[in-house]
């Protein structure tokens, strides 16, 4: 059993059928060692009398124990904590013009995808509101071969060559003597790193900004980063760079939030990414490239092999050529997602690399990890690894090797074999890396069009609004307020100031260093509206969690009302009361309770509903609970609805009054639900800043 299907037609369920061969259903089955042997006894080992001594030949115990002893694999060196999900991918048009690519021709095929998220520093146990960049990795089973897309939800890299990554790691992750601090990078190893190495000026700026804290891993952008090539079938090349756009929008928490998140519920992407495809909302994202032609590779004022620049969307538009739908939850999270194995090596003809010299390291490093990782050469073999395709060659035995290849020939060329497994002709489907002309001389040296590290930096930052400004400035406050060394801090004001002065100002300011002394702040008032996700056009409720305040005696009419409302815009809603069971209206309908005060949290809700009902709204006042469950939404700029009574809830919670202009809604009709909806949809309301 070598591939799935050795026809060549993929479809949707491929890889599903494929998975269904290792699947095993332990159900209503008697229990057996690994051999197969049936257990008589589970629970006593088997010992020299009641109180004696355990005995050596207690296989069952043995086995049992070995097993359990070696359960751990070593956890990715970066990207550990992750959460994975199947889906499929379908292009919209066929991209012949561009790349001869084959999941990327025909718009009724549906190709199996398998989607790992992550988190970058932490380990595997680590929260996952972390503030932190986001790898969104995408294993592509296509009829040519698997694909990988290893990308992150930013599209600039820290580093311009992979020779630096694992300072860089080194640098982020905690430090090694007392393994402080967990998932962060506020910390002044990290910082340091950043002060001496100018190249990381632009992606610290998006890291520090609201894209390193998403809402929801359906709800944030995903790129490629790198520079690839398409090929077409005439052999012509284009430069590409790949886009994930979700259809929900760029969301993002805010600081606070994101912080006591990491406390009350450290799955909180983990859970919401798996209630989606549970619920049927399958998380949708569409499929852009850039493309510039291979003429054009010097006619941009930057170089487009460097990693620590993006190709501004004004200038080079994102093309959206296809759709993917993750819409079903793995079965077992150790042997898919644990054991799925990523490697930007892993391309089908039709896409080939560009000289990005860290895309180059990193075709070195995936295969290298997983050695070490999954324990040995064969780790394609594992369920979630094969391609649905047939795959031949004269690789042979390893560390847990699955397949057996027969006859004595494992060697190319033969003839006891009719030397096959033959390599297949490019017109045949093999691939053919792409003919670039190369010419140089052997340096350890960075081109001088890599030494502006100043300009997209200061384009992000033109680009964001107010707000979001506020938000990097906080963000810098907080990481760099927390570096003891007042050196670091001092020079990483400094390399600000090469960015924008009034932004180092800032920075001193909330750190106590001393206002920049530098003045080489670059010139440039070019903006790139795309890169703000304030300014993106997408606002839609769906999916989004409200808490519904209610207790006894509250108003059923008007819960059944915004109910419904909620019902027809995709929203769902959790009961939050002051102690689990049901509650009873006036009107003495009964609901069930899903949350209580203790269990929940408005951080874990997109906006609170205080139903309205005098005898409801008396029991939820008297708990201080509701009361700063209400405040803190709105200091988290929340939308927040009120039936009537709710109202004094309201108050006593500091809002002044109601203004949905503000996001602050009276529930009174149908009209008003209409317009808690939207404030819903709006995401944040920031004019209560
Ligand atoms: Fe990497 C994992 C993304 C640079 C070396 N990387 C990893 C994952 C993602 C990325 C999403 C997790 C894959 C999974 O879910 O299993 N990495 C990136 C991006 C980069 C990048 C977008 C820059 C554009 N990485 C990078 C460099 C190197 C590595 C320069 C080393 C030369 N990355 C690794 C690794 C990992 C990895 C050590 C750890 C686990 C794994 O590969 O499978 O090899």
Redesign the pocket.
Same mark, same amino acid.
């Given at each position: 059993m070598v591939s799935e299907n050795e026809s060549g037609k993929i479809n949707e369920h491929s890889k599903n059928r494929q998975l269904d061969q290792y699947r095993a259903d332990d159900n209503g089955k008697k229990m057996t060692t690994n051999q197969g042997l049936r257990i008589s006894e589970d629970e006593h080992s088997l010992k020299a009398g009641t109180r004696g001594p355990t005995l050596m030949e207690d296989f069952h115990f043995r086995e049992k124990m070995t097993h359990f002893d070696h359960e751990r694999i070593p956890e990715? #060196?970066?990207?550990a904590r992750?959460s994975g999900a199947h889906g499929y991918f379908q292009v919209y048009e066929p991209m012949t013009e561009f790349t001869k690519a084959k999941f990327l021709q025909d718009p009724s095929v549906k190709t199996p995808v398998f989607v $790992?998220y @992550?988190t970058v520093a932490g380990s595997r146990g680590s929260a996952d509101s972390v503030r932190d960049v986001r790898? /969104?990795?995408t294993k592509f089973y296509t009829e040519e071969g698997n694909y990988d897309l290893?990308?992150?939800n930013i599209p600039v890299?820290f580093i311009q060559d =992979?020779i630096k +990554?694992p300072d860089l790691i080194h640098a982020v992750k905690p430090e090694p003597h007392n393994e402080i601090p967990q998932a962060a990078s506020a910390h002044d190893t990290f910082w340091d790193f950043v002060a001496n190495n100018e190249e990381t000026a632009h992606m610290i700026m998006w890291h520090l900004s609201d894209r390193a804290i998403p809402r929801s891993l359906r709800m944030m952008e995903g790129f490629g980063?790198?520079t690839f090539r398409f090929v077409n079938e005439e052999g012509v090349s284009h430069f590409v760079k790949f886009h994930w756009k979700p259809v929900l929008g760029v969301k993002s928490l805010v600081w606070d939030e994101a912080q006591k998140i990491a406390g009350k519920n450290p799955d909180f992407h983990r859970q919401d990414l798996w209630e989606a495809i549970d619920t049927d909302n399958y998380p949708e994202f569409e499929f852009g490239v850039q493309l510039i032609k291979e003429e054009d590779e010097f006619n941009f004022d930057f170089d487009i092999l460097d990693?620590t620049k993006l190709w501004p969307e004004e200038q080079v538009p994102v093309k959206i050529i296809g759709k993917m739908v993750l819409n079903q939850n793995p079965d077992n999270f150790f042997a898919e997602t644990e054991q #799925? =194995? +990523?490697h930007p090596g892993h391309v089908v003809p039709g896409i080939d690399f560009s000289n990005d010299p860290?895309l180059q390291? $990193?075709l /070195? @490093?995936?295969t290298?990890?997983?050695l070490s $990782?999954l324990g040995g050469p064969n780790f394609h073999e594992l369920p979630i690894n094969r391609p649905v395709c047939p795959f031949h060659n004269n690789q042979r035995d390893g560390m847990h090797r699955m397949t057996i290849n027969p006859g004595p020939v494992s060697y190319h060329k033969n003839s006891l074999a009719g030397n096959s497994p033959v390599p297949a002709s490019e017109a045949e489907g093999g691939y053919a890396h792409y003919q670039e002309k190369v010419d140089g001389r052997k340096v350890r040296q960075r081109s001088e069009s890599f030494k502006d590290h100043y300009s997209q930096a200061k384009l992000f930052w033109n680009s964001m609004t107010e707000v979001e400004k506020e938000h990097i400035i906080a963000a810098f406050h907080f990481e760099v307020g927390k570096v003891k060394s007042k050196d670091v801090q001092q020079q990483v004001v400094e390399m600000f100031s090469n960015v924008d002065l009034e932004l180092a100002e800032a920075i001193a300011k909330g750190v106590g260093a001393n206002p920049p002394s530098n003045k080489n702040e670059v010139e440039t008032e070019l903006t790139s509206p795309a890169l703000s996700q304030e300014l993106m056009k997408v606002k839609t409720a769906a999916t989004r969690k409200v808490a519904i305040l209610a207790a006894d005696g509250f108003n059923g009419t008007e819960v059944n009302q915004v109910l419904e409302s909620f019902k027809a815009a995709g929203i769902t809603a959790e009961i939050v009361s002051i102690n689990r069971g049901m509650i009873t209206s006036a009107t003495e309908q009964q609901v069930e309770v899903d949350q209580t005060f203790l269990t929940a949290d408005s951080v874990l809700y997109d906006a609170v509903y205080v139903a309205g009902g005098q005898e409801s709204v008396d029991a939820l006042k008297a708990t201080k609970n509701s009361i700063f469950f209400v405040n803190e939404a709105y200091n988290h700029f929340k939308a927040i609805g009120a039936g009537k009574e709710g109202a004094e809830i309201l108050t006593k919670a500091g809002i002044g009054s109601f203004d949905p202009n503000a996001g602050v809604v009276a529930i009174a009709d149908e009209k008003s639900g209409t317009a808690f909806i939207e404030a819903i949809a709006k995401h944040r309301h920031w004019i209560r800043a």
């Open positions: 990715r #060196i970066v990207h992750g $790992r @992550s790898g /969104f990795s290893v990308g992150n890299f =992979a +990554f980063v790198h990693p #799925i =194995a +990523f860290l390291g $990193r /070195f @490093s995936y290298d990890t997983q $990782r």
